[in-house]
Structures are given as structure tokens and as C-alpha cells.
């Protein structure tokens, strides 16, 4: 309620002698909460990010550098960071996850605009923009697997011979993504942050971009914790993104399956480290609401680490770990 009535105070400074109405609008993963704002008839959103728990910098220079892709990204109206408070042009109350749900047959025409955008983000990619997506990060990403979901949520104990393999994978992977070329990375480019909006889509949720992997984007959009598409439908969209990236001169790999390969490896870091995330935001912060989506998380995991040999071990220990036996690959710890 403090916050709420600073908020408030802040709006009242801004449009002074305006009356006003203020509505929540969603909270996120995060510490920071929104709000639609209506002055006569126009609306607004606020982003309230208290500045002991978040960062409002990011995200003003990922809105600022997004903008100039000439991608819909919100519009900075007013801001006072001492306070933690920025108000931003409002993008609609509509996201694309909201639609596919009702409306699938949308897909194709929608994840078309996705890609789009996706790519003129890429091609403005340049060195010390953001931070680098590098080998630190993404194995702290990565460990937040054992840490938050073996440990905390399965309430689970590796033996020594599982923390050596998991370790000798996890290697595997990061090198993998590291040798991926190299662009701006949106980090949470999904259902949940695309807006429906006039251009499409309204992208939101930037604040956390890097510059890193050109696939990871690709996965949070295809392989999404949020939505489950068939594996044929993201394999002809990843093969629609390729094309148009090879068409537009973006650094990717000249043969598909090369490309493909190294999606479904990013994916690998991504999950692991979502299903560590959504392991924290349960026994953490005490948000249960992402326990729904572990499971797709963890079918997308576990169907490409059986896809590859080098990551047997780890599907090995996802058996394990589910209580389930392995039949086929022969492998066990």
C-alpha cells in the first residue's frame, strides 16, 4: 500500500489537477508490478520496480536501443527512478498467448510478425551494447537446475558419479552455446511478452537483454514453457526464421541441420534453467502458479537430450530423477 500511494503521489505530480484512474494490470516474475492508468481517455501503463529489489536502468536502454530496430517497443513517457517508477505508452492488455489459446489457427500468421521483428532486432546487433551472454552466466544459469530443482524441489542428493557427468554435460553444452554466433538476445522472447498490437507484436519484458546465442531467442519463442506446439510445426517455423535470416545476411549457419542442432542444444541451457527458476519461484518468492508448466518444460528437455548422444548422461539422470527406467538408451549411472 506504500507503494501504491507513492505511485500514486508520483501521477499526481505529473498531471497535476487531472483526475485519474489506476488498475492493476499484471505482476511478474519479478518484483515489479503494472498498472493501467486512464486520464480522460487516454491510457498508460506504470511500472512500479522498487529500487532496493529492481533495476529500472536495463530497461530503459533496451527500450531505447529495441526502438531504434524500429521494432513496437513502449514508449518512455516520464520516469523517476529514485522512486522505481516509469510510465510507458500502453501496448494493449492482449498477448499473444492470450490469443493462441482461443484462436490457434492465428499461429502462423502471428509467429510471422515474431520472427520479423526478431530479426530486425538481430540486425542491429553490435559488441558492448549489452552485457555478453558468456561462459559465467550461462553456467550460473545452469546450476540453477541442481541447485533449485534436484536439491530444493525434488529434495534430491547427487551421488559423486552424477555430479561428475552432469558437470561433463553441462560443459558440453556451454560449448556448444558459445560457439553460436553471436547477437542481441531478448532472453524472454515469448507468448507471455508479445503483445497484440498495431504493428505486431508489442514486445515488452526487455530489461534482462544480452548479446549472445543467435538460437535462444528462436527458443524461448518455438519451444515455449507456455504453449506446446507440435515438434513439425517449430521445425517449419525454425526453417521459416533461417531462411529469412539467411535472406537478411544474419550470421547463421549455411547448413540447416547444423542450425537446428544448435537450437535444440540452446534449448537444453534454457530449460534447465527455466525448470531452476520455476523451482525458485515456488520455494522462494511462494509463487506456485509455474509449477503447471514444468512438465512441458521438462518434455521438451528430455526429448532432445535423447535426440543426442553426448547428452545421454543427462537424459540418464532426468530418468532418474522422474523414478523412470531407461529401456532404450542403455546408459545408467
Not at 31 to 38: E, G, L, M, W
Not at 135 to 148: A, I, K, V, Y
Not at 150 to 174: A, E, P, Y
Not at 210 to 236: C, M, N, R
Request: hydrophobic share 40%; charged share 20%.
Amino acid at each position: 500500500m506504500e507503494r501504491l500511494q507513492l505511485l500514486e503521489n508520483w501521477i499526481k505530480a505529473e498531471f497535476p489537477g487531472k483526475s485519474f484512474e489506476l488498475s492493476p494490470v499484471s505482476a511478474d516474475a519479478s518484483f515489479r508490478r503494472y498498472f493501467r492508468i486512464t486520464i480522460d481517455t487516454q491510457t498508460m501503463v506504470a511500472m512500479d520496480a522498487p529500487p532496493q529489489l529492481e533495476n529500472c536502468t536495463p530497461f530503459l536502454h533496451a527500450a531505447k536501443v529495441f526502438a531504434t530496430a524500429n521494432v513496437h517497443v513502449p514508449i518512455i513517457l516520464a520516469q523517476n527512478l529514485t522512486q522505481g517508477f516509469l510510465l510507458l505508452s500502453d501496448l494493449g492488455s492482449t498477448t499473444y498467448l492470450q490469443t493462441l489459446e482461443t484462436n490457434p489457427a492465428a499461429a502462423d500468421e502471428l509467429y510471422k510478425d515474431a520472427i520479423d521483428a526478431l530479426i530486425k532486432i538481430q540486425l542491429i546487433s553490435q559488441v558492448h551494447t549489452f552485457p555478453e551472454y558468456d561462459e559465467t552466466l550461462l553456467r550460473r544459469e545452469l546450476d540453477l537446475f541442481p541447485e533449485w530443482y534436484i536439491i530444493r524441489h525434488l529434495q534430491v542428493t547427487l551421488n559423486q558419479k552424477q555430479v561428475n557427468d552432469m558437470t561433463i554435460v553441462f560443459s558440453r553444452i556451454l560449448q556448444n552455446n558459445l560457439a553460436q554466433p553471436q547477437v542481441f538476445v531478448h532472453r524472454d522472447y515469448h507468448s507471455r511478452n508479445l503483445m497484440m498490437t498495431t504493428p505486431n507484436p508489442g514486445i515488452i519484458d526487455f530489461q534482462d537483454a544480452v548479446h549472445g546465442p543467435i538460437t535462444y531467442d528462436l527458443v524461448s519463442l518455438f519451444k515455449d514453457a507456455y504453449i506446446h506446439w507440435e515438434e513439425a510445426q517449430i521445425l517449419d517455423w525454425v526453417i521459416r526464421y533461417w531462411e529469412k535470416a539467411r535472406k537478411a545476411g544474419l550470421p547463421v549457419t549455411a547448413d540447416f541441420s547444423d542450425f537446428y542442432r544448435d537450437f535444440e542444444w540452446m534449448g537444453i541451457q534454457r530449460h534447465l534453467k527455466v525448470l531452476g527458476i520455476f523451482a525458485r519461484l515456488y520455494h522462494r518468492d511462494h509463487k506456485d502458479a509455474y509449477l503447471r508448466n514444468m512438465p512441458l518444460v521438462m518434455d521438451y528437455l528430455r526429448k532432445a537430450c535423447k535426440r543426442y548422444r553426448e547428452l545421454h548422461p543427462l537424459f540418464g539422470l532426468l530418468d532418474q530423477l522422474e523414478g523412470i527406467q531407461s529401456t532404450k538408451i542403455g546408459y545408467t549411472f
